[in-house]
């Protein structure tokens, strides 16, 4: 019965590139991926450093700054090794 019910499965999806070399495709995305995740963590270290400085060391400006600090690291990071694999 198991058998069956995996033969009736929709056969894979193929997309057609375009006539684009999938090394190109994958090159332009990991670029595309390094700016919009470098866009994201300096608009993330914006708001770490606002909520850091404009709260006046209470604990909700201190919470919300060294998260928005760690995701702005986390993103830097993907950034940069988007951009340096090559």
């Known amino acids: 019965m198991e058998g069956e ?3 009736m499965s ?6 057609d590139m375009g006539g684009f070399a999938p090394g190109y495709v994958s090159g332009v995305q990991r ?3 390094g700016v919009l995740f470098s866009c994201l963590a ?3 270290l914006v708001i770490a450093v606002a909520a850091l400085v404009t709260d ?14 760690a995701l702005a690291g986390w993103l830097g990071s993907l950034a940069l090794s988007a951009f340096r694999r090559n």
């Open 5 to 7: 019910r995996w033969s």
């Open 10 to 15: 929709p056969p894979p999806v193929v997309f």
């Open 31 to 33: 670029r595309a991926l």
């Open 42 to 44: 300096a608009a993330l």
């Open 56 to 69: 006046g060391g209470h604990a909700s400006g201190l919470i919300v700054g060294f998260a928005a600090l």
